[in-house]
């Protein structure tokens, strides 16, 4: 199909510039080589707004091919220019958004969303996964999410509270904080930072984590079954649980059982301090 | 790692804030949950705490770092031994801290124009200082970031250039130039 | 330089006393007959001490309430915990002593003091006897000295030479790629590539150290693998943001 223009121009104030188009269930939404920031919103109509912020000069290009609808600056004006927009769509819409230096702020969508970017901060709230998002040396934050989400910066902070789903976080050198999140499986790698989980433990979860130079501090409840497996080459464990070492495995590692064994966790600290506590 | 205990030794010796045994007290009472406890250390060691995020970190991020602080601090009440004054170990985190989110707030100043004129939001605090220590204060926040770090730790906070070096992944001579370079700026500030 | 510039440079280090007792005789020496100087040696002198009485400075409104949502649904690192301190790292000398004099145990016995039925109460530490809380006084290898290892140049990964060749292909791709790239985008991907390297460095070094260490092992080929992952992102950054 011929990709056909919907819409030029993000250049006037607040009104004049904004686009609308009507979308159908099943289309996505692709933003690329976006350079600023863009808020995307999930709203009940099944149209689709872009609305340039009072002041920008940029352009951006709204385009169609198929099912899939491609939000990017236009090639005459656009590229390399910063643009704030704010982009209303169906919260059924799949999202997958691109660019080298933008801050994302997305909320209220269930479609899934993906995000990566090199700079800018991406936050996703108040939405349904999957959420994938990864960043170079971007902040990410992601709240009040219901589905699987994967979220990796290199160089900064990752932090997840109250989701409910499958977790996969790592970054480079930035902390993990991993508040009320309710997960069956979760891994979480940093190399350089603090990880810190604070969540219940699912019968049969696996919890992996994973600190090369930082503290790894974990609040799990009272009555968590869980099988533990911890090791370190240079630290230190404190538990609030009283335990009992069931098998020392050389160097520094050895594992012990809380309650009924029946989840799994494993916590490896290469340089720092692993913590184990009581959830309150 | 992140262990201020570790490194406490190294550290030159702090000020001491507050009455020891009362302190002792409520040190021990938040590391036992209490919050009021807590809070009590918050209120006698913010103005310090504050100040130094103030001055190493700028008027826009002060508020959260000091509030990262306490945080941290609450989450680290553990490593606290007693062996050293709380308000030694509370200010050593601080510095750690303050020094190890230098890269995020950078990016963030970058992002946002500053908005809010630093000198307005000086006077508003409780506890005023001299004019003199007034003007130096805003004075501070002019300096280019490097500059106004090591002029921080070593003039204000008394730290040595061996351990500023350390601490901020320069070199001495570095830290030295820096130091003399903010002090020549800021030179041209006083009356 | 001027005799009066070469001194300009070194006002600082005369105030706080660093100049040699040469230097420090020259300086006073030009500084009595230079204005300038004598100036701003005094101007310095008041802005350190000026510095020195900066005081606290509460802050313009009350962060206690932002404070305590947070601690209020957080433990305190409290002193209700139990402790297992660690051996700080792998001792290749059997039986070391400890300054103190109390012996440290080898692994067989840290093995046997493991298996030992340990309760620990609420605000206790967990005794694991004496072996295992003696590295607050024992003996343990200081970091430093497991830095001084050497290790080579640290890419190479430990025991997977297909990783070893990925990372070599894609290291080559991004040096490629490199000039297309922002030059801000090449100093962030070069700073995140440092981190991967220092811990990769670090791993090689631990596990020269105690070589049998399984886990030591894994996580040298973990942090391996995330260079490769790295590179690979990396990669494909220069790939769609040029």
């Known amino acids: 199909m011929t990709p056909f223009l919907l819409a030029v121009a993000l250049a006037l104030g607040p009104a004049p510039g904004d686009t609308v188009v009507d979308v159908r269930r099943g289309d996505r939404l ?69 660019g080298r230096e933008v801050e994302v702020s997305v909320s209220q969508v269930e479609g899934g969303v993906s995000v990566r970017n090199v700079e800018g901060d991406i936050d996703v709230s108040a939405s349904r996964g999957p959420v994938r998002i990864r960043s170079v040396d971007g902040e990410v934050r992601v709240t009040d999410v219901e589905g699987r989400v994967e979220a990796r910066s290199q160089g900064d902070d990752v932090t997840l509270i109250r989701v409910v789903g499958d977790v996969d976080v790592e970054s480079g050198s930035g902390d993990l904080l991993l508040q009320d999140v309710d997960a069956a499986s979760l891994r979480a790698e940093t190399l350089d930072g603090d990880v810190r989980f604070d969540g219940p433990i699912r019968r049969s979860g696996r919890y992996e984590i994973s600190v090369h130079d930082g503290d790894a501090m974990v609040a799990i409840p009272r009555d968590a079954g869980l099988a533990m497996e911890v090791a370190t080459f240079d630290g230190e464990f404190m538990s609030e649980f009283p335990i009992m070492l069931q098998r020392y495995r050389g160097g520094r590692s050895f594992s012990f059982t809380l309650g009924d064994g029946s989840a799994s966790m494993k916590i490896q600290v290469f340089d720092g301090e692993i913590q184990l506590r009581a959830r309150r | 790692m992140t262990d201020e205990t570790d490194h406490m030794s190294r550290f030159p010796p702090g000020d001491a804030v507050g009455a020891v045994p009362i302190e002792a007290t409520d040190v021990q009472r938040a590391a036992g ?79 946002h124009v500053a908005s809010e004129g630093v000198v307005e939001r000086l006077r508003a605090p409780t506890r005023r200082s001299s004019g003199a220590a007034l003007d130096l204060e805003a004075a501070v926040q002019t300096l280019p970031d490097g500059a106004r770090q090591v002029f921080v730790l070593y003039d204000v906070e008394g730290y040595g250039h061996e351990e500023i070096a350390n601490r901020m992944g320069i070199s001495v001579g570095t830290s030295k130039s820096q130091l003399h370079r903010a002090r020549m700026l800021l030179r041209r500030h006083l009356d | 330089m001027s005799e009066h510039e070469r001194w300009t440079h070194r006002l600082t280090e005369y105030v706080d006393g660093d100049l040699s007792p040469t230097d420090r005789e020259a300086f006073e020496r030009h500084a009595d007959g230079c204005a300038a100087c004598r100036e701003a040696v005094e101007e310095i002198r008041t802005v350190v001490a000026a510095a020195r009485a900066m005081g606290p400075v509460e802050p313009p409104r009350d962060l206690w309430p932002g404070i305590e949502r947070v601690v209020s649904r957080r433990l ?61 006084d024992g003996v343990p290898v200081a970091p430093s000295a497991v830095r001084a290892v050497s290790t080579g140049d640290g890419s190479a990964p430990g025991a997977n030479p297909e990783l070893a060749q990925d990372v070599a292909d894609l290291e080559a791709a991004l040096s490629e790629a490199r000039d ?9 991907l070069e700073k995140n590539l440092a981190v991967i390297e220092r811990a990769i460095v670090e791993s090689r070094q631990a596990l020269a150290l105690d070589p049998e260490n399984e886990y030591l092992r894994q996580h040298l080929d973990r942090a391996v693998e995330r260079k490769r992952d790295y590179l690979e992102e990396a990669t494909s950054i220069a790939a769609w943001s040029s």
């Open chain 1, 30 to 98: 692709v933003v690329e080589n976006f350079s600023g920031s863009l808020v995307v919103r999930g709203w009940d109509q099944d149209r689709l707004e872009v609305r340039g912020e009072p002041g920008d000069r940029a352009e951006v290009a709204l385009t169609r091919s198929g099912s899939e609808l491609t939000l990017r600056p236009s090639s005459r004006r656009g590229r390399g220019r910063e643009v704030d927009a704010v982009v209303r769509v169906p919260r059924w819409m799949e999202l997958q958004i691109g």
């Open chain 2, 33 to 111: 949950g209490d919050h009021q406890a807590f809070e009590r250390l918050y209120r006698d060691h913010v103005g310090r705490v504050f100040a130094l995020a103030l001055r190493m970190a700028g008027d826009r991020a002060a508020e959260d770092l000091t509030q990262e602080v306490f945080i941290r601090a609450w989450e680290k009440l553990g490593t606290f031994r007693g062996d050293a004054q709380f308000g030694t170990w509370l200010h050593r985190l601080a510095v750690n801290l303050i020094l190890s989110r230098r890269e995020t707030m950078r990016k963030r100043d970058a992002r």
């Open chain 3, 76 to 136: 305190p690192g409290a002193v209700e915990r139990s402790v297992i301190r660690l051996p700080t790292a792998p001792r290749r000398v059997p039986e070391p002593v400890a300054p103190s004099g109390r012996r440290l145990l080898s692994t067989p016995q840290l093995a046997a003091a493991a298996v030992l039925l340990v309760m620990a109460s609420v605000a206790g530490t967990l005794a694991l006897g004496p072996g295992l809380a003696a590295p607050d």
């Open chain 3, 180 to 188: 297309r790239l922002d030059p801000n985008t090449v100093r962030i």
